[in-house]
T-cell receptor, first 111, second 111 residues
């Protein structure tokens, strides 16, 4: 069964540094998403992306965040200057307009 | 009022028991509904979509009541492997397809 893959599985970064989280969505999907889950809390929507542009973003997705689809397969989330409160699991998801399928996440730890 | 509200549990049940989870949502414009399951520190995995007519998948039955803005999941003959957190999820297609997650209901099935 096709799946969404994410790398790295765990990223440890100093506060203030830039991080890039990578995702390879399911190949025939056209809609892409990023979510995050702070430990012990619910999954929160960050951003949706379709046709090479952001279609919706949440309040969390401020100017420090950006997304990009640099080629035909990758979908990245960049955090420009990380803060302690950015520590969370970050999940990428993709869909063909129906249910969304999630990658197994990147655990981001900010020191 | 939270957009999607669930009883956090935990629900501790013996193997073979029938267990029901409830979920309410606040936005009557909510368009489609899903149940996901999430194992500890793993990604959400789609369990089933929820249709107004009700739908069944093996031991799992989902119901939707749009008038009451209420969704349910029934698990019959529960197995040890059903132990997980069950997430009630609403999708807004007119907001970039973002998913709004409930806090999740924790289920623990004991031998």
């Amino acid at each position: 069964e096709p799946e969404v893959t994410q790398t790295p599985s765990h990223q440890v970064t100093q506060m203030g540094q830039e991080v890039i989280l990578r995702c390879v969505p399911i190949s025939n999907h056209l809609y892409f998403y990023w979510y995050r889950q702070i430990l012990g809390q619910k999954v929160e929507f960050l951003v949706s992306f379709y046709n090479n542009e952001i279609s919706e973003k949440s309040e969390i997705f401020d100017d420090q965040f950006s997304v990009e689809r640099p080629d035909g397969s990758n979908f990245t989330l960049k955090i420009r200057s990380t803060k302690l409160e950015d520590s969370a699991m970050y999940f990428c998801a993709s869909s063909d307009r129906g249910a969304q399928h999630f990658g197994d996440g990147t655990r981001l730890s900010i020191l | 009022r939270k957009e999607v509200e669930q009883d956090p549990g935990p629900f501790n049940v013996p193997e073979g028991a029938t267990v029901a989870f409830n979920c309410t949502y606040s936005n009557s414009a909510s368009q489609s509904f899903f149940w996901y399951r999430q194992d500890c520190r793993k990604e959400p995995k789609l369990l089933m979509s929820v249709y107004s007519s009700g739908n069944e998948d093996g031991r799992f039955t989902a119901q939707l009541n749009r008038a009451s803005q209420y969704i349910s999941l029934l698990i019959r003959d529960s197995k040890l492997s059903d132990s997980a957190t069950y997430l009630c999820v609403v999708i807004y297609y007119n907001q970039g397809g973002k998913l709004i997650f409930g806090q999740g209901t924790e289920l623990s099935v004991k031998p």
